[in-house]
Every structure is written in C-alpha cells, then in structure tokens.
C-alpha cells in the first residue's frame, strides 16, 4: 500500500514537472529542448497515474461504500467483492 502511494508520488512530480518543461505558457523562460521527448514522458505519465488511481480507488473500495453507505443511511451490508459482481 504503501508502495502505491509512493508511486503515485513519484508519477504527480514527473506530471507536474514535464508539464512545466513542454508548457508554451506557463513559466515561459523555463522549457525544454527535446520537448518531444518530454511531451512522451508526460503522456506516458499521466495513463500511468490513471492505472495507479484506479488500483488505489479499488484497494479502498469497501472504505468507500461504508461511507456512502454511513452518509446515505443505508443498512444493507454488502462487501466489495459483492458490489462487484452485480454489475
């Protein structure tokens, strides 16, 4: 868990930082060279950190749903797993 959170860390800075070397507005007086390769790794980035997102969300499922559930009032007891395959 802990990794991941490291990871998606990692990947926000790489975000952040390729966005400010390929940006045309944005800190004008800093850019990069090669900005294909920055635009590259950017891309690359931003699908990795939609995987890692996705992974986190699904490890924090059932936290998830006990809080829509405590905030909605609903008393019906279903797990993660279950939610998942009534879809």
Request: with cysteine; aromatic share 10%; hydrophobic share 55%.
């Amino acid at each position: 868990m802990y990794f991941l959170a490291v990871a998606l860390l990692i990947d926000m800075i790489i975000m952040a930082v390729s966005g400010i070397l390929i940006s045309k507005t944005i800190l004008t007086s800093v850019t990069a060279r090669n900005t294909d390769f920055w635009t590259n790794i950017h891309i690359s980035s931003a699908y990795l950190g939609l995987v890692l997102i996705s992974v986190h969300i699904g490890m924090h499922l059932n936290s998830i749903m006990c809080a829509f559930r405590k905030m909605f009032k609903i008393n019906i007891k279903v797990t993660g797993q279950d939610f998942l395959m009534t879809w």
